[in-house]
């Protein structure tokens, strides 16, 4: 940022310090040491002073849960570290503690509504974009939450837990005379849909376009075995 500003505004020369600038906060004992994850924004000033620039600085990431329900957020490799965010409370500012990777343009965190009983795959929270995943809820039954990743003012990210916004989710619906059960292609979570009955799901595990995602389906019953759909 030591070089001379342009003439024109950079509006768009947005930069996340995740991995060039390591903040260590020590003013208290209890205050553990981390990476924080920042929106830098470089603009030119208007006339007369064109050769002055404003730098603005705001967090990367911003939760919120608009569900009725507990979340909690972790990284992969961080199994102790959680990050909780109560159910419709203001956004709160999230610094992941792995370093951003601009070539890959990823962050991965996994999301629980009870730690005890497991976590999601792992998903990217690094761009906008919009999806459903399917975990269990606190108590045991399977629900789909809407994850909706927004970019905000000086490119903050807004990563939403509920909501307004419905991405897709499917129907299936089993018209036979026998239960089967279900799974996604990859993931080893089952569940059962009864005959008569219909299901409102997603995927468990989100995947890129060049790894489709795809279902499996198996008839209850002695030497069935599962087939693709």
């Known amino acids: 940022l030591s070089h001379q500003p342009r003439t024109t505004p950079r509006s768009n020369s947005v930069l996340t310090m995740a991995r060039r600038w390591r903040c260590r906060r020590r003013a208290r004992k209890d205050d553990a040491a981390g990476v924080v994850h920042l929106a830098v924004q470089v603009t030119t000033a208007p006339a007369p002073f064109m050769r002055t620039a404003i730098i603005e600085l705001a967090d990367r990431f911003r939760v919120q849960n608009f569900t009725d329900t507990h979340l909690w957020l972790r990284e992969p490799h961080c199994r102790d570290a959680r990050f909780h965010v109560p159910p419709d409370s203001d956004d709160r500012t999230f610094n992941p503690q792995q370093p951003y990777k601009p070539r890959r343009h990823e962050i991965m965190v996994m999301l629980s509504t009870a730690p005890e009983q497991g976590w999601t795959p792992e998903f990217n929270i690094a761009h906008p974009r919009s999806f459903h995943i399917r975990h269990r809820a606190p108590e045991g039954h399977w629900v789909n939450t809407a994850v909706t990743v927004t970019s905000g003012p000086g490119k903050t990210l807004f990563v939403q837990f509920g909501g307004q916004q419905r991405p897709r989710v499917y129907l299936l619906v089993n018209r036979m005379d026998r239960d089967m059960e279900i799974r996604q292609v990859g993931d080893n979570t089952t569940e059962e849909l009864k005959a008569g009955e219909d299901l409102s799901f997603t995927w468990y595990r989100r995947r890129t ?21």
Do not use: I, M, N, S
């Not at 489709?212 to 030497?223: D, H, S, Y």
């Open 209 to 229: 376009v060049a790894d489709p995602l795809r279902l499996e389906v198996k008839v209850k019953g002695p030497e069935t075995r599962w087939v693709p759909v």
